[in-house]
């Protein structure tokens, strides 16, 4: 039972790349969460799901694109990343009680 | 728009003493309110929980404390041990909104021995 997994653990991009951050769980989690967490800043959640197939708006979602195919997968997607988009993501997923489970994170660098 | 504010942003507390992280939230529909223990390099944890319906919750040396008419509520960690030097955040959630967590902005706790 790996839990929350993401991929990759480190990224460094130019101004314009695109990129898909990959999140699984093995939990049978209906929801599922991306955040950013920046210095002095907190977790803010980016996109989030409630269940296969659906995708909402977090609090900070412009430039990022998410999917939800596999109720297992959430994909975080970047067409064309920008510096201000440097931090460190993490995904959580969730039974759709309270507790969110967190990933390792993926610290991303936007040159 | 901030709806959790944490205070401090840093704390230095001896080991054994009494460590207390506070947390104001300004939404009067949020209904759970966790607190995250996070290591270097690892994803949040969480620690405790509490609802608005007691006014404390305590789990080993881990103790939150509510105060509903104030919207305030704080982290106490008593006899603190070096391994408790971590960054805890606290957050707010409202039921019926997919279990969406509002973060405050961290604590960085250092226990000095």
């Not at chain 1, 988009?85 to 039974?95: E, H, L, P, R, W």
């Not at chain 2, 054994?16 to 966790?34: H, L, Q, R, V």
């Not at chain 2, 509510?66 to 509520?73: G, H, L, P, R, Y």
Request: positive net charge; proline residues 5%; aromatic residues 12%.
């Amino acid at each position: 039972n790996a839990g929350v997994t993401q991929t990759p653990k480190f990224r460094v991009l130019k101004t314009g790349q695109s990129m898909t951050l990959l999140c699984a769980q093995d939990m049978n989690h209906e929801y599922m969460y991306w955040y950013r967490q920046d210095p002095g800043m907190g977790l803010r959640l980016i996109h989030y799901s409630v269940g296969e197939g659906t995708t909402a708006k977090g609090e900070v979602p412009d430039g990022y694109n998410v999917s939800r195919l596999k109720k297992q997968n959430f994909l975080l997607g970047l067409e064309s990343a920008a510096p201000s988009q440097t931090s460190v993501y993490f995904c959580a997923s969730s039974a759709g009680g309270d507790t969110q489970y967190f990933g390792p994170g993926t610290r991303l660098t936007v040159l | 728009q901030q709806q959790v504010k944490q205070s401090p942003q840093s704390l230095i507390v001896q080991k054994g003493g009494i460590s207390i992280i506070n947390c104001a939230y300004e939404n009067t529909a949020f209904d759970y309110f966790p607190w995250y223990q996070q290591f270097p390099g690892k994803g949040p944890a969480l620690l405790i929980a509490i609802r608005p319906d007691v006014s404390e919750k305590k789990e080993g040396r881990f103790t939150i404390s509510f105060n509903k008419s104030a919207k305030q509520f704080s982290l106490h960690i008593m006899d603190s041990q070096p391994g408790d030097s971590a960054t805890y955040f606290c957050a707010a959630s409202r039921g019926g909104t997919a279990s969406k967590l509002t973060f405050g902005t961290g604590t960085r706790l250092q226990v000095t021995l």
